[in-house]
Structure formats: C-alpha cells, structure tokens
Nanobody
Framework: QVRLVESGGGLVQAGGSLRVSCVVS????????MGWFRQAPGKDREFVAG????????SYADSVKDRFTISRDNAKNTVYLQMNSLKPGDTAVYYC???????????????WGQGTQVTVSS
C-alpha cells in the first residue's frame, strides 16, 4: 500500500522561507508524478506545483511561480517544496500527492498524504 507522509510545516513570518517534504513508501516512487496542493480554510484545494517522475518537467501555479521550487530525490523516495518569500495568503494545509503522471488536477493523483500546516504571519 502506498503511503505518503509530509513534514516540515510550521509558523513563519511573511518574507521567510520553509521547506516541506513528503516521503513515499509502499510503491515504486521513481515512476510517480508528484504534486503539491494546498487548502486554506473555507477554500477549495488548489494545485501548487508538480514534478514528473524524472524530475525534468515541473509545473507551478501562477501564484507561487518564482517563489516556490519543487524537487525530488528518487534515491530517498522524497519530494520537496521549497517556499521562499512567503505571504500570509500562502497559509494553508499542504498536501503531497502521487499519480501516474504530472498533472494539475486533483483527479490526476491516486495517493495523498495527510497534510502539513503552513502558517505565514504578517
């Protein structure tokens, strides 16, 4: 059974940085497309960033482009999201997801983590 576990969330001041990680177990990590999504209170879950199985292709939401960087280490079965220049509007629960390919829709992904809270104070 595929399991995803996020870590690294927390409280940070606006303008600061944070890196969240997601470790995948129980499956062949290197064949998965991976994505990060987020959900703020009262809002729908939204795509943040995605990366192909090889790491050669990435995709970002316009709201985080040039601030966030997604990467993966297939030897460690881990995907990362480096978040810089954080804003209060980035406050949300961040979820990682695994699927057969990189996609920007929740339906593209078969497996989900439990989420990690990121709070950005002004």
């Amino acid at each position: 059974q595929v399991r995803l576990v996020e870590s690294g969330g927390g409280l940070v001041q606006a303008g600061g940085s944070l890196r969240v990680s997601c470790v995948v177990s129980g499956g062949t990590f290197r064949i998965f497309g991976m994505g990060w999504f987020r959900q703020a209170p009262g809002k729908d879950r939204e795509f943040v960033a995605g990366i192909s199985w090889s790491g050669q292709t990435t995709s970002y939401a316009d709201s985080v482009k040039d601030r966030f960087t997604i990467s993966r280490d297939n030897a460690k079965n881990t995907v990362y999201l480096q978040m810089n220049s954080l804003k209060p509007g980035d406050t949300a629960v961040y979820y990682c997801a695994a699927g057969p390919f990189l996609g920007e829709r929740s339906s593209n992904y078969n497996y989900w983590g439990q989420g990690t809270q990121v709070t950005v104070s002004s």
